[in-house]
């Protein structure tokens, strides 16, 4: 995979400032030593996304990332779940996009306990009812985004009915086209 971080902040829409590379930066790097572990019925795989990773900084700082190839070979089309780029940037908040990525890759994890997503999102909140408004907040969003249909929170479990129609978030106005 070959971009600029130039290209790559523009089509996060993210802001070029400095605080957004240098995040952007720290991201590459936390792919690059990650370790990821996948299984299923067939087989279990143990091992890097990203391969390695080579910047180029003379030449509008290019990167080369070079995907580990039996993990790419895992995102087949009957594989594990996609979540388009385009779609995913119109998610808003940290915890939404955790929970998007929980939700397309676990089709029967709901009903769910908020204490089992607090503790794997790595939320930071120090009370559960503080976690809780994010995770309204978060459901919230991704009704917006026609992730899920509908959802409610009673008393310690989520329960939500994934949207017939993903993948089509509807574009903010200020960022349509």
Request: proline letters at 5%; glycine letters at 4%; one cysteine or more.
């Amino acid at each position: 995979v070959h971009f600029t971080l130039r290209s790559l902040l523009k089509d996060l829409a993210w802001d070029p400032s400095g605080k957004s590379t240098q995040r952007l930066r720290s991201s590459f790097m936390r792919l690059a030593t990650a370790t990821v572990q996948m299984e299923s019925p067939e087989f279990q795989y143990v091992g890097h996304l990203i391969e390695e990773v080579v910047c180029d900084k003379v030449h509008d700082e290019q990167y080369y990332f070079r995907l580990s190839p039996r993990m790419a070979n895992l995102f087949g089309p009957d594989q594990y779940a996609y979540l388009g780029i385009r779609e995913r940037t119109q998610i808003k908040g940290l915890l939404a996009k955790w929970l998007h990525g929980y939700i397309e890759s676990n089709p029967l994890g709901f009903p769910a306990h908020i204490d089992d997503l607090r503790r794997l999102s790595g939320s930071t909140a120090a009370e559960r009812y503080r976690f809780t408004a994010n995770l309204r907040d978060a459901l919230t969003e991704l009704q917006r985004c026609d992730v899920v249909e509908t959802w409610r929170v009673e008393r310690t479990v989520v329960f939500l009915k994934r949207s017939a129609t993903r993948h089509r978030c509807a574009p903010t106005p200020s960022r349509a086209r």
